[in-house]
């Protein structure tokens, strides 16, 4: 009995190889971050290393994602953290998520939550130094000001969206 359920997974994991998820490759860059904000060349070598394989349009794939289910495990993780943050869609978000997504990059690099360690076990040059992190936040934190300096308070708040309840 336990030969026929490993059999019957050795040929799933066989026939799993030739399906495999959808490549983040577009590289469209039309509404990069940069377009927008001017990016310092050190800003930039930090967020290459450490961000734009699961934060942008164009992902560097390891050998080991055309080996399925890692694949599709590394597909939803990229999935996931486009949907968080998108460098190259940054300059399309409305200026109020602008601004909360640079506040969320500062607090997690301080934090020390991105990049995520499951990333860094694997790609230990993505590990951003004391310094790297200051940049990087200070960076943020420029834009922020700029932000607040030209806009409105009120639209720099992120607005509950309304439940259908509510409406």
């Known amino acids: 009995m ?3 359920i490993l059999i019957g997974l050795l040929v799933a ?3 799993i190889q030739f399906f495999g998820p959808e490549r983040n490759l577009s590289g469209n860059t039309q509404n990069d971050i940069s377009t927008k904000y001017p990016m310092p060349d050190s800003v930039k070598a930090i967020v290459n290393k450490a961000c734009v394989d699961c934060h942008s349009n164009k992902t560097a794939y ?3 994602a055309s080996i399925q289910p890692l694949g599709f495990w590394l597909a939803d993780h990229v ?13 399309s ?5 602008q601004n909360h997504k640079l506040e969320e990059v500062i607090e ?3 934090e020390g939550e991105m990049p995520l360690p499951s990333y860094t076990l694997i ?9 790297e992190k200051v ?16 806009y409105p308070a009120d639209s720099l708040k992120l607005k509950k969206k309304k439940t259908e309840s509510a409406k």
Not at 79 to 91: C, L, P, Q, T, V
Not at 93 to 97: F, G, T
Not at 136 to 148: A, V
């Open 79 to 91: 999935k996931e953290g486009k949907s968080e943050m998108n460098f190259n869609e940054f300059a």
């Open 2 to 4: 336990i030969k026929k």
């Open 13 to 15: 994991l066989i026939i």
């Open 135 to 150: 940049t990087l936040t200070q960076w943020c934190q420029s834009i922020m000001d700029s932000l607040k300096a030209t």
């Open 93 to 97: 978000y409305r200026i109020a998520k």
């Open 123 to 131: 790609h230990s040059e993505a590990k951003l130094t004391e310094a």
């Open 62 to 64: 390891p050998w080991y």
């Open 108 to 110: 997690q690099v301080k």
